[in-house]
């Protein structure tokens, strides 16, 4: 028998969120298969994937047997989900912008991964700061509606796509740079949710968060590599964050000089959105930021060798990326410097066995010594 949630439930759950720690919550109906709502997604995604936006992040296109996409339908995943709680946490803090001046031999780390278990034991990675505070909410579930209510947490894990239940659940809306917006808190959010079988009442539905980016596209405008082909549009495999996370082997060539200084993500898009000019900081301390990965210098992350690197990144979202990775992205970020001094560090690296970090060290180096003929 579906269990309901009504109105009073909603607001219970939503207050529970609350006072789990979150700054921002709601619930949203999983629209039937048969609905044009989930239809018409379902086809946009695939689209998506099928032009081949979603680069080489395999989950993305993981397919059920019939060949549909998972992320294109929940209830593909899963049969029994009927809402999503939409948990919303603001880490935002008091710190630089990306886009503000800093000297040319210093690198960029998105905000988000400014946290971790590493050398100042500062926090932890956001994954391990949500999900304890989502199972806090899903056991006062589990006691209002039974242990039969089923019920699945996910933080950037599970198949679904948790941004279109942001905006349908009224958390905030989506913006031309595809994040989530909320008019009091920005972009500046994580998101988490709950996955339940628990049927939400039409009367308790939320009304979808209204679109409040109006004729703005700053963000478009800044995207250096033009990942943003339209308002809500991206082609991951060109965005910074794909390509300095995600991204494995050699970055094309001709995306290089866009990436910037950019080591590890990318928070241009969301810099230079006028609703972040007033958002908040968080008011959690689940994730303190250590300023050292605030325009790090990027000789110092150069030096590290893999024992340093574990023990400043250990807990933190560039453990999962991995010292190979960054030093690649290093290199590039040099090259773009204009620094003659990194030149030593770049022809050593030039020399390397690997051959993915030793390639880009060779462009890095044409990059500096081209400015000097």
Known sequence: MVKILTRADREWVEGRALAAGFDLSGIADVPSAASEDAAQFDRRYAEWVSAGRAGEMEY?????????LLRGDLRRAMPWARSVIVCALNYN??????????????????RYAW????????????HDVLLPKLHAVERELKERFGEDAETRCYVDT????????????????????????????????????IVTSLELEREAWTVAAADRCG????????????ALIAPRQMDASRCIAYLTIEKKGSIAEELRADMGRQVFGCDICQDVCPWNRRAPIGKSNALPARMELVNPALDWLAKMD?????????????????RKRIRRNVAIAMGNSGE?????????????????????????IHQLESRTK
């Not at 941004?163 to 009091?184: D, F, H, P, S």
């Not at 893999?306 to 991995?322: D, Q």
């Open 60 to 68: 993305l296109k993981r397919a059920d047997e019939d060949g549909s």
């Open 93 to 110: 803090v008091e710190a630089p912008r990306s886009i503000e001046p800093a000297p040319a031999t210093t690198g960029w780390i998105a």
């Open 115 to 126: 946290s971790g278990r590493g050398e100042s034991e500062g926090g932890s990675d956001y």
């Open 158 to 193: 599970g198949p679904i796509v948790e941004r279109g239940y942001a905006e349908r659940a009224g958390v905030g809306w989506i913006g031309k740079n595809t994040c989530v917006l909320n008019q009091q808190q920005g972009s500046w959010l994580l998101l988490g949710v």
């Open 215 to 226: 004729s703005c596209t700053r963000c478009i405008d800044a995207c250096p590599t033009d």
């Open 306 to 322: 893999g024992p340093t690197f574990n023990r400043w990144f250990r807990g933190s979202p560039l453990e999962r990326t991995r």
């Open 340 to 364: 003659q001094s990194f030149l030593p560090r770049l022809k050593q690296w030039a020399a390397e066995e690997d051959a993915v970090l030793a390639e880009a060290a060779d462009w890095a």
